[in-house]
């Protein structure tokens, strides 16, 4: 039997290296709660996983063989705050590869009205299905799912779709993702990747800072208005890493030194007295007469959706890849299950 001995008090103060190393089991990789969790080796075998899911779903006969991989699995998509592509494309991606899907959207038509806890709600879906992908305003809620299904045993397995203003990994997975492909289409050398916006509390560009430190020979260049500037622990962690960083708050000046620019709207969603009010962000706007100051191979990303961070009128330029980025979400997100579940050699092994 084994024995899983931490409290939830104890597990949140360990390290980040304890807590990667149970949120594997049996050689499995069960949760996936924060973007550190991603280690070089394993997104090369996700990034080619995802290449061949999209490949086979082109076809009658591939897409018929990966439905039949984990029919006999289903999911649980409990996202309490909104979301389009996050839920459309794990809802999706769950279908490519066979398994079944419930939802639970609105905490309102749940026993959550009758005041069960959200623990007491995790169980619940833990026992009707294998695999719970949540997305919720409370920070601590993915991870304490995965505290508890570990506790208790269970073999269900959790992935966060996005914890409040914390963390988003599997948008840092896709956009590592469509980041290989720009890079590996372009010349070599040093990268600089400008991401722009609200870097304090968007939970995205806080993941992709964590994903990226897997990615050799870049350079970060963090602008955002003073009030919105990366966290502290984001900051240290940077440090710790040797990844090279400047942050500023001056957009437009910028843009020419970049080779990638990701772009983020402003998080007002998280305003305690609407203080976003104050803040200028007029000028974290990519305009269309800016596409001369850019690259002529510069890619431009953003995790959508888009207020008018970025002119409509720039996504007919082929630097646009944002809605390309967007539909690397569901190959990006089948690959990471299917690894998950185990089954990446079948799946490399099917042969047309
Ligand atoms: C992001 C999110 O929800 O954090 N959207 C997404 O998942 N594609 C970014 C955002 O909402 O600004």
Redesign the pocket.
Known sequence: MRNFKYSWEEYQKLPISKKKKLLIRNSELSYLIFAQQFERKVLEKLFTLADKIRFLSKSKEGADKLQTLLSHKRATLFFS?P?T??FKSFYNACHILGIKTTELRDGASSSQKKGESPEDTILTFASYTDLIIMRNNEEWLAEKASWLLNKKNRVVKVINA?SGKDQ?PT?ALLDAYTLHQAFSKAKSGKKTIVIAGDLKR???ARSLIYILKNFKDVKLLLISPEPLKIENDVRKFLLKNYIEFIETDKFKENLKKADVIYM??I?DEYDVSNESKEIDYSTFHLKKSYLKLIKKDAVIMH???RRDEVDIEIDDDERAWYWKQERNGMWARASLIAYMFGIENDIMKINF
């Open positions: 705050q979301s592509r996050t996005g988003h948008q968007g939970r995205a983020t709207r998080q995790p959508l959706p």
